[in-house]
C-alpha cells in the first residue's frame, strides 16, 4: 500500500538552529506533495506545497521544502527556526490515480527552546 | 476567510451512545473528509465524499458511518461509541487545487 514516513518523531531544537525533517513516500511515479502544520491548540495548515516545476518549493514562515525523485523524499527545511515554530509537522501526498485522497505520514513533532 | 466549521471542539459521551460530529464548509468545495489523528499514528481517514450523497470508505472506516445530504456539509455518525473512539477527529474539504483546508477538530472522549 502507498505510505508516506516520517522518520523523526520529535525533535528539540534551540532557538537559531537549523532545521531539517525527513519525509519519503512509497510510489516512484507522479506525486503531489504537502507539508502541514499543526501549531498548538490550533487546526492544520499548509505550510508548502509540490505539484510540478522547480522542485525547491518556498513555503510560509521561511520554510522550503525539496523534492528528490531519485531518492522518493521531500525534506522540510528551515534554516533558523524560532520558539514560534513550536509545532508538528505533517508531511503528506496524494497519488496519480487518486488525486483527492490525501496519505499523512505519523507526523513530527518540534519543540524549539528559547 | 475560507471556514471549515466543526460543530462540538469538546465531547464526552458514554459506551453504546450515539455520537454526531458535523462539519460544514463554506467554500463550495467538492470534496470532504473526516479524519481521526491519534498520538504517534498522524491522521488517519475514516471516510470522504466527492459529491452530494456519495461517500467512500477511507482507511478506517469501521464503527462509522457518513451523511453528505448537502454539499456543504459532511457529518460523521458513531452508531455505538467505543473507548477505542476516543480522539481527535478532523474534517477537511478540498476543491480542484488538491489542497485540504481543516477545521478545528473535535475532541471525543468515550467513557
Known amino acids: 500500500a502507498q505510505s508516506v514516513s516520517q522518520h523523526n518523531h520529535h525533535v528539540i531544537l534551540s532557538e537559531a538552529a537549523s532545521l531539517e525533517l525527513g519525509c519519503n513516500y512509497s510510489y516512484g511515479g507522479t506525486v503531489n506533495l504537502f507539508w502541514y502544520v499543526q501549531y498548538p491548540g490550533q487546526h492544520l495548515q499548509l505550510l508548502l506545497k509540490?505539484?510540478?516545476?522547480?522542485?525547491l518549493v518556498k513555503g510560509i514562515k521561511g520554510f522550503e521544502a525539496e523534492f528528490i525523485k531519485s531518492k522518493f523524499s521531500f525534506n522540510l527545511r528551515k534554516p533558523s527556526v524560532q520558539w514560534s515554530d513550536t509545532a508538528e509537522y505533517f508531511c503528506?501526498?496524494?497519488?496519480?490515480?487518486?488525486?483527492?485522497?490525501?496519505?499523512f505520514g505519523t507526523g513530527t513533532r518540534l519543540q524549539v527552546f528559547p | 476567510d475560507v471556514k471549515v466549521t466543526q460543530s462540538s471542539r469538546y465531547l464526552v459521551k458514554r459506551t453504546g451512545e450515539k455520537v454526531f460530529l458535523e462539519c460544514v464548509q463554506d467554500?463550495?468545495?467538492?470534496?470532504m473528509f473526516w479524519y481521526r489523528q491519534d498520538p504517534g499514528l498522524g491522521l488517519r481517514l475514516i471516510y470522504f465524499s466527492y459529491d452530494v450523497k456519495m461517500k467512500e470508505k477511507g482507511d478506517i472506516p469501521e464503527g462509522y458511518s457518513v451523511s453528505r445530504e448537502k454539499k456543504e456539509r459532511f457529518s460523521l455518525i458513531l452508531e455505538s461509541a467505543s473507548t477505542n473512539q476516543t480522539s481527535m477527529y478532523l474534517c477537511?474539504?478540498?476543491?480542484?487545487?488538491?489542497?485540504?483546508?481543516f477545521g478545528e477538530g473535535s475532541r471525543l472522549t468515550v467513557l
Open positions: 477537511a474539504s478540498s476543491g480542484n487545487t488538491g489542497e485540504l483546508f
Open positions: 509540490y505539484f510540478s516545476g522547480d522542485p
Open positions: 503528506a501526498v496524494t497519488y496519480p490515480f487518486n488525486t483527492d485522497k490525501l496519505i
Open positions: 467554500m463550495d468545495h467538492e470534496n
